[in-house]
């Protein structure tokens, strides 16, 4: 049982199980598996910007069609908590390996769909079978880089999973313009095959000896089956510090989805740009800003966590993690989604699209800022769980940002985009300040509700 005087990580004598994979080794892994949190965004993002093209070729309505984007949201949560969950008992490896055939196996099936039957069956095949991605590399990271440079390796992690959200919409764009929808999703599961082969061929076990479910089995079958509760992972949030980071990350990554969403109908409308491509071009200083964003507020992180246990003569306290996230939900989240609604608002011409696009940028780099810490967060606290724990996170968080979204387009044509994004400014802020709570009040948060978090004596 945690009290509010538990000490968190005091000693290092727990470090030494990072030492298990050399340098070049983890550099190989986080390059594995960025290569894989790529591809979720490339599912996901790829898909809308073929919409059109998908409705003329089934004989369907863009609505009708849109369908498969809330089933894939669906798919996402539901695949994120059941491959986390499954990768605390077998192994990360392993539910790397069961999800790639899932997914090439659905990209080739969207691929071929005459209808939309089948096209919504695949769909959530596709998406069910890359959703653990994220989640994944985030346990993986978590089991092989220490404390103090776990930030800085979540942060390379992140911006290169969050570059693809921004790329993937211009390269599905330019596909839907000059290419065929069914070639990219052929694509999509070679990529998944060259994926499943390099995990086989050269990605290691990294879960730390005897955490695993099955590790601690006193008897076992050579293939043994066991059912893992998925849903149990959502009992995480029941963490008063796992639930307000998860809001708050989400209210900051609002500000993502009201700018890139309905950019077609906003800065596309607004400078007259009506080429499919063009418009996904105009996602890309948002990725930019992720990709450029991410290692440095992974490393900014890291540094805080370092001199914040040399004030306490080595003792750690998790929340001094989330003390990077001032610069970015303070200021730059806020400050470029409030200016991007005034500008495509009152500034025209070629003035006006390149100050918005200055705002993407910013806004990219600023949800970095705080996504980054709170996924190091995760990590931190819940060490042994870390996969199930952004699991939680991903699934609550894709449920509210789906209803978010939904209404950003209705808000768009009753207030105007100033006022949209100006309310998605005062939530990013609102978002803050529950982070400030957090850092303020944690350990008393920590020790009202008992969900496992790392302590010296359990983190391995």
Not at 126 to 150: H, M, N, W
Not at 177 to 192: D, F, T
């Amino acid at each position: 049982m945690i009290s509010e005087e538990s000490p968190l990580l005091a000693s290092t004598a727990h470090e030494a199980i990072y030492d298990k994979f050399a340098p070049h080794q983890k550099r190989w892994i986080v390059f594995l598996v960025s290569f894989a949190g790529l591809l979720p965004m490339f599912v996901s993002s790829t898909f809308v910007p073929s919409i059109p093209q998908i409705a003329k070729d089934l004989g369907s309505t863009h609505a009708v069609v849109s369908l498969t984007v809330s089933l894939s949201i669906l798919a996402s949560a539901v695949g994120a908590l059941v491959w986390a969950a499954y990768s605390s008992f077998y192994g990360r490896r392993w539910m790397y390996l069961w999800g790639m055939p899932f997914l090439c196996a659905g990209s080739c099936g969207v691929a071929m769909s005459t209808s939309l039957q089948s096209l919504l069956f695949w769909r959530f095949v596709q998406t069910f079978g890359c959703s653990g991605g994220i989640p994944l590399g985030a346990g993986v990271i978590g089991d092989i880089y220490k404390l103090e440079e776990r930030g800085t390796a979540i942060g390379v992690f992140l911006g290169a999973t969050l570059f693809g959200f921004a790329v993937a919409p211009f390269l599905g764009g330019a596909a839907a313009q000059y290419w065929s929808w069914r070639n990219l999703h052929h694509s999509l599961a070679a990529w998944g095959l060259l994926e499943l082969l390099l995990i086989y061929l050269w990605f290691p076990e990294t879960s730390h000896p005897g955490t695993l479910g099955i590790d601690k089995l006193t008897r076992r079958r050579w293939i043994h089956v066991t059912w893992v509760n998925p849903i149990s992972s959502l009992w995480l949030l029941r963490s008063p510090n796992l639930f307000a980071v998860m809001l708050a990350s989400t209210l900051v990554l609002i500000t993502d989805y009201v700018l890139l969403v309905p950019l077609a109908y906003t800065i596309g409308v607004r400078y007259d740009i009506t080429n499919e491509a063009i418009i996904g071009a105009c996602f890309l200083p948002n990725g930019l800003g992720n990709f450029i964003g991410a290692p440095i507020a992974g490393r900014l992180s890291d540094i805080v966590v370092r001199r914040w246990r040399e004030k306490r003569k080595g003792v750690w306290c998790p929340e001094d993690r989330l003390r990077a996230t001032w610069i970015g939900g303070l200021f730059m989240v806020p400050l470029s989604i409030g200016a991007s609604g005034l500008i495509t608002t009152y500034v025209g011409g070629p003035v006006g699209l390149w100050l918005n696009l200055l705002c993407l940028f910013t806004n990219g780099m600023g949800v970095d800022f705080v996504f980054n810490p709170i996924g190091s967060y995760n990590v931190d606290v819940a060490r042994s769980r870390s996969a199930e724990a952004t699991a939680a996170s991903a699934a609550i968080r894709s449920l509210i940002l789906s209803a978010a979204t939904a209404l950003v387009i209705p808000s768009i044509e009753h207030i105007g985009v100033a006022w949209t994004d100006i309310i998605a400014a005062v939530l990013a802020l609102i978002g803050q300040g529950i982070i400030f709570l957090t850092i303020r009040y944690g350990d008393r948060m920590r020790a009202s509700v008992d969900v496992g978090l790392s302590t010296i004596e359990n983190d391995s």
